[in-house]
């Protein structure tokens, strides 16, 4: 059974364009994440959601929403794509008090 | 607020050599701290953590950590490199045990050589 995926795995796509990144857990964790690697494999964290509290970094560009239908779901969001927006998505989760993120295998966009 | 920094982007061993990933954080609160392992093309995965109780930490995969509050250092370490463990490692802190403020260093990519 997959912790957590995403899906697609890989995604090419026009510059302007629309496009939508999906996460689900099947672990039952309360908290979600989604995290940006750059193509020289440094991370950031974008989001870190809740059924609480949306927590936003502030360096993201409000291009980039996440959406969560429920617990299990947190979807990103990308308006207006740009070719700086080409990465790898990591999405994760952890438990309520917990202190481990599982994270999924990633989505590669590219924007041409 | 919490920074990691990995000496050293990219680390070569010989297999069966020793395995030294250094990681040095600066923290205003008691840390706890993480190994990440990237292997290509898939996800993070744990190798281990520290959150405040024994300084030595096991880990999977024969890896271990200690943390050294006076260096503010959590190297890795793995006594003999096994080609299995190329791959991308991550160090991470978090001011609290639950992991909503992760911050990650840059990485650094072992290469195991034969």
């Known amino acids: 059974d997959t912790a957590v995926s995403q899906t697609p795995k890989y995604l090419v796509t026009q510059m302007g364009n629309d496009k939508s990144i999906k996460c689900e857990q099947n672990?039952?964790?309360?908290?979600m994440y989604w995290y940006k690697q750059d193509s020289k494999k440094f991370l950031k964290i974008m989001f870190s959601?809740?059924?609480?509290?949306?927590?936003i970094n502030e360096t993201v560009p409000n291009r980039f929403s996440p959406k969560s239908p429920d617990k299990a779901h947190l979807n990103l969001h990308i308006n207006s794509l740009e070719l700086g927006d080409s990465a790898v998505y990591f999405c994760?989760?952890?438990?309520?008090?917990?202190?481990?993120?599982?994270f999924g295998p990633g989505t590669r966009l590219t924007v041409l | 607020a919490q920074s990691v920094t990995q000496l050293g982007s990219h680390v070569s061993v010989s297999e069966g050599a020793l395995v030294l990933l250094r990681c040095n954080y600066s923290?205003?609160?008691?840390?706890?701290l993480f190994w990440y392992v990237q292997y290509p093309n898939q996800g993070l995965q744990l190798l281990l953590k520290?959150?405040?109780?024994?300084?030595l930490v096991k880990g999977i995969n024969g890896f271990e950590a200690e943390f050294k509050k006076s260096e503010t250092s959590f190297h890795l370490t793995k006594p003999s490199a096994h080609m299995s463990d190329a791959a991308e490692y991550f160090c991470?802190?978090?001011?609290?045990?639950?992991?909503?403020?992760?911050?990650f260093g840059p990485g650094t990519r072992l290469s195991v050589l034969p």
């Open positions: 994760a989760s952890t438990p309520e008090g917990g202190d481990t993120q599982y």
């Open positions: 923290s205003s609160v008691p840390p706890y």
């Open positions: 672990l039952g964790h309360d908290t």
């Open positions: 959601y809740n059924n609480k509290e949306l927590i």
């Open positions: 991470a802190v978090s001011p609290a045990p639950y992991g909503q403020n992760f911050v």
């Open positions: 520290y959150t405040s109780a024994a300084t």
